[in-house]
């Protein structure tokens, strides 16, 4: 199902995108057409334009033929050279008229054949003309002219013809050609008019699918926001829990104080009274009532004290020198220490920002831990140092990260290593009472201190060998963590 | 001149809603001190009541308490209120005040003695440590430190 969604946005985009890609291609082979359409119009045009040209000069290539013939015949009737004024205009003419029209019509074969004919034509009748010039009916040879004059009307008729032929074989072309050029011209007009409707759907398509798939990403962000909402609301809702159980700790343990009080109060009234009785069973008897009150009002005191931790009350986060700490609380130590013989080192340790007398209950609880936990007839040794890590070296700590690994080792008796999880937990031990002092709620605070400060604590032991606490805390406290701001005021110790 | 403790005849006025806290405080400071008078009351109403009808009170030697031991947490009026109006009272402000009360919240501490508290205890846990503090405040207060004596004339 996630895949699936994954995927398909990326398909509605690319459906879109090809959508799209069609309707450009459209347009571009529609543009293309066109001007296709426009370049062959175009040379229609003066194809025509050619046709007209053509016929224009073939009718005055005739006209300056017929000039000359009846500028001719005049000559020779009248002998009067008045006559051969118009023939003298037209003889140069036709050559030039020859050669114009062999240029236009170079790439049509039928039509140069005949105009190769019709050059001829226009060559025999000029040398003939010239002939006839020379010939004169009153010198006697007037049959002679009679028959050039009838070759002249004869050839002036397959003249006429052949342009006619021309003309008539230069406009059908002309038909032709255009009756091609408006068929391709509507064939391209209806391609043009399929390509824009096709467009046009290929269009209404990509803007169908769009919608559609904005339509999705609105109803996936809807849904999302649905979601963002339900999930503040749960967190309100868990951090209002919470807020109600360590309120109900704390009230618990306040007001499980009282009757205590008053047990321990008649009690050792009662206590005092056997002793004077010298009733020794009684007197044992009540002497364990007194112990197991005691020992219940230690607990009721811690667990206060351990939900205090939480309770808000001074959680200003401030700059603190780890190394004074570590030295004030080994000087508060200083005669323990001293009695037990043990020798503590101390390495650089970082400043870090945190909730100073929390930082110092964590510290405090360790240092004792260590200081209590030891091998008989072994002198105690105590390690303490620092380095910076990266987030990623454990999976409870955000991977990335800048943190500050503190290991805090010992030579005492240690613990096994299945226990790890059981040590943190607040009430649990793993020695006896009369053995080892204390409710179990040193580590549990620890695990407190650490969870406050978004970081991680652990250890590594073996039972006989000694165990090493490793705390773990982000070198920089996230400022949302907590609703005051964080202060740059150092948190100092005073010497000792 | 103040006669010396053991020789003069002490009164302590004790204000606990507390039965049992009541007697246990009456037997530790009785038994510590044979000539020593412990009065009780419930609340603070009855605290103020009981300094207003000392006048009338013809059974008493006409003597305001000498002491007087004040608990916080009372019904009706609560021991914040009355040690206020007590410390504000002209007739009645040279009286020591003790506060003895489970409390041990810091904001319960410093109200009581910016309020004119003389001293602040948290109730002990046991019978003995409960006698031990009642000697000590005894042997303050009525050998050591110097007290005002406003004994009324018949």
Known sequence: ?496 | MIAPFQTRFIHILLADDDEDDRFLIKEAFQRQFTNCQVSTVDNGEELLDFLNDYDQEEAFNRQLPDLILLDLNMPRLDGRNALKLIKQNPAWRHIPIIIMTTSDASPDIELSYLNGANSFITKPATFQQLTHVASVIGQYWFDVVTTCNHTVEK
């Open chain 1, 1 to 496: 199902m996630k895949a699936l969604t994954r995927y398909l946005p990326d398909q509605a985009r690319q459906r879109i995108a090809i959508g799209f890609i069609t309707a450009m291609l459209l347009i571009a082979v529609g543009f293309g057409l066109s001007f296709y359409s426009y370049n062959r119009h175009s040379e229609d045009n003066s194809l025509s334009r050619r046709t007209d040209v053509v016929i224009n000069d073939l009718n005055e290539l005739l006209s300056s033929l017929k000039d000359v013939e009846t500028g001719t015949r005049g000559f020779v009737l009248t002998q009067d050279s008045i006559y051969l004024e118009p023939r003298h205009a037209a003889l140069p003419l036709l050559p030039k008229r020859l050669k114009h029209l062999n240029e236009l019509i170079v790439d049509d074969p039928a039509q140069k054949q005949r105009l190769d004919s019709l050059e001829k034509l226009v060559k025999a009748n000029i040398y003939r003309t010239d002939q006839l010039i020379g010939l004169s009916p009153t010198r006697g040879n007037w049959t002679q002219v009679k028959s050039y004059l009838l070759l002249g009307k004869m050839r002036m008729d397959d003249a006429r013809r052949l342009v006619a032929t021309m003309i008539s074989a230069e406009r059908a072309l002309t038909q032709t050609h255009d009756q091609q050029a408006s068929k391709s011209f509507n064939a391209t007009i209806i391609i043009i008019l399929l390509l824009s409707v096709l467009t046009f759907i290929v269009l209404i398509v990509s803007y169908n699918a769009l919608e559609g798939e904005l339509t999705h990403r609105q109803r996936v962000e809807d849904q999302l926001r649905g979601y963002e909402a339900e999930l503040k609301a749960k967190i309100q809702q868990l951090e209002t829990s919470n807020e109600e159980l360590e309120r109900f700790a704390f009230v618990a343990s306040h007001d499980l104080q009282e009757p205590l009080r008053k047990i321990q109060s008649f009690g050792s009234i009662l206590q005092q009274r056997s002793q004077q009785s010298a009733d020794t069973e009684t007197s044992e008897y009540m002497s364990k009532i007194m112990q197991s009150a005691e020992r219940m009002s230690k607990m009721i005191k811690d667990l206060l004290h351990f939900s205090r931790l939480s309770a808000g009350l001074g959680n200003e986060l401030k700059t603190i020198r780890l190394n004074d700490l570590v030295r004030r609380i080994l000087a508060d130590k200083e005669l323990q220490i001293k009695g037990l013989n043990a020798k503590v080192d101390v390495g650089a340790l970082p400043v870090i920002k945190g909730i100073p007398f929390q930082i110092e209950q964590l510290f405090n609880n360790l240092i004792a831990n260590a200081l209590k936990f030891i091998r008989p007839g072994v002198a105690p040794r105590i390690q303490i140092k620092a380095e910076s890590i990266d987030g990623n070296l454990y999976p409870e700590l955000v991977s990335g990260q800048p943190y500050t690994r503190i290991m805090i080792s010992d030579n005492g008796i240690g613990f096994d290593e299945k226990y790890l999880t059981h040590i943190f937990q607040i009430f649990q031990r793993l020695h006896s009472k009369t053995t080892y002092e204390g409710t179990g709620i040193g580590l549990a605070i620890c695990k407190r201190v650490i969870q406050t400060h978004k970081g991680h604590i652990t250890a590594i032991s073996q039972p006989g060998k000694g165990a090493a606490f490793i705390i773990i805390l982000p070198e920089y406290q996230p400022l949302q963590a907590y609703d005051s701001p964080i202060s740059n005021e150092v948190y100092s110790y005073p010497a000792s």
